[in-house]
């Protein structure tokens, strides 16, 4: 995994060992590495999302895209 992220993030500390963290981090370049295939991310479209919620549960917007020179006609 090879990703730069712009962070727009608020992190609140608590009496809870892990902080709240609230905001999102958009990717502005990457790309991901699975199964011997590389991935680039589409940075107009991928980011990782920090609900406003007590526990640390991100949600991933991941849109990504692969070159190929393999056509399957079947």
Do not use: C, N
């Amino acid at each position: 995994m090879d990703i730069e992220v712009i962070p727009d993030l608020e992190i609140i500390l608590r009496d809870d060992p892990m902080p709240q963290i609230i905001g999102d981090l958009r990717v502005k370049r990457g790309s991901v590495y699975y199964l011997d295939h590389q991935f680039r991310l589409d940075p107009a479209r991928s980011r990782i999302i920090f609900p406003p919620i007590e526990e640390l549960d991100p949600e991933f917007d991941i849109w990504a895209s692969m070159r190929t020179s393999e056509l399957d006609s079947s």
